[in-house]
């Protein structure tokens, strides 16, 4: 993890400062979760099970990064919204109260409650905007940020699925399968990759601590269980593209190039050229075929049916 004084280097860079967004907030991400569920079991005025705390500890998660974004991207507050933002830095001011309750400050944690309380200042320092703002809805589906990475790579690959060639990319001209794929995007930005594994490794420890399975059942369990988690490669393939569209911009064309906030149209109004390569990489990496189709899962599949297919021909 970096140092304290490497966070403060990297983030003089921007005038809003995202925990979400700090090199290191994979590594970060357990202990803002501790802090959160804490926040979330003080919420209730009497203990609760711990599944209803789990329940309110995911929803507020959401709610912190959801939020923190969306004033990110706007760069200032409406003043419909001014009771919102409240709210939201005193949950910053009550997580890093949290967080510092520890008896053992490391450096790790020092760049964790400066990452926090950096998040919780350039909240509070939004200047005002004029007109009437989004409001924070649970039940509202995420979105893709228009012009962003996971857009950008998105509408790439929607391409073949619209009705109309050249018209533009609205849930009327997408075919179902392209609709379909952009709610999958959609799910994979936001989901939580190391959640998702964990899920998979527990449904797996169950069916290897099942007894009285044949080997042949054991082995079709478990295929089942990886086949249904399969589609973790994308997590892969999108951190890939993105390192590589990182190699290409930086700093050839942008200071810095942040996942979900930076827009990409600036970088290619004035340096048209790079959109090949772009593109390039999307069809390289999501294995598009000559229909403009990605692949990605193809493979991902039939390795899982072969490695099992081996087990039942050779173990059983």
Do not use: C
Not at 27 to 34: A, K, S, Y
Request: aromatic share 10%; proline share 5%.
């Amino acid at each position: 993890m970096r140092k304290l004084g490497e966070f403060r280097l990297n983030n003089q860079e921007s005038d809003f400062q995202n925990v979400f967004e700090f090199p290191d907030f994979v590594e970060m991400r357990p202990v803002l979760r501790d802090a959160v569920r804490s926040a979330a079991r003080e919420s209730f005025e009497r203990p609760e099970l711990p599944v209803k705390v789990e329940r309110a500890t995911t929803a507020l998660e959401e709610q912190l990064e959801r939020e923190t974004r969306k004033y990110e991207r706007q760069m200032g507050v409406y003043p419909n919204q001014t009771t919102e933002l409240n709210a939201l830095v005193r949950l910053y001011t009550h997580i890093l109260q949290i967080i510092s309750r520890a008896t053992d400050i490391t450096p790790e944690l020092e760049d964790i409650i400066y990452a926090v309380n950096q998040t919780r200042l350039s909240l509070i320092q939004l200047p005002k905007l004029v007109g009437v703002g989004e409001l924070y809805r649970e039940d509202r589906d995420q979105e893709l940020i228009p012009d962003t990475f996971y857009d950008y790579v998105t509408t790439y690959l929607v391409k073949p699925y619209l009705i109309d060639p050249s018209g533009q990319i609205v849930p009327a001209n997408v075919q179902k399968a392209g609709r379909q794929l952009v709610v999958k995007m959609t799910t994979y930005a936001y989901r939580d990759w190391d959640a998702y594994l964990t899920h998979e490794y527990d449904e797996q420890h169950i069916v290897k601590n099942r007894r009285g399975l044949t080997n042949d059942a054991y082995y079709q369990q478990l295929e089942a269980v990886e086949l249904k988690y399969a589609d973790k490669v994308y997590s892969k393939v999108l951190a890939d593209v993105y390192q590589a569209f990182k190699r290409i911009l930086i700093p050839a064309y942008t200071k810095q190039f942040e996942i979900m906030t930076t827009p990409l149209s600036p970088i290619l109004r004035k340096a048209p050229q790079v959109k090949q390569q772009l593109d390039q990489i999307i069809r390289q990496a999501f294995h598009v075929d000559a229909a403009g189709v990605e692949h990605v899962m193809d493979n991902q599949i039939q390795a899982i049916k072969n490695k099992y297919q081996f087990y039942r021909e050779n173990f059983t």
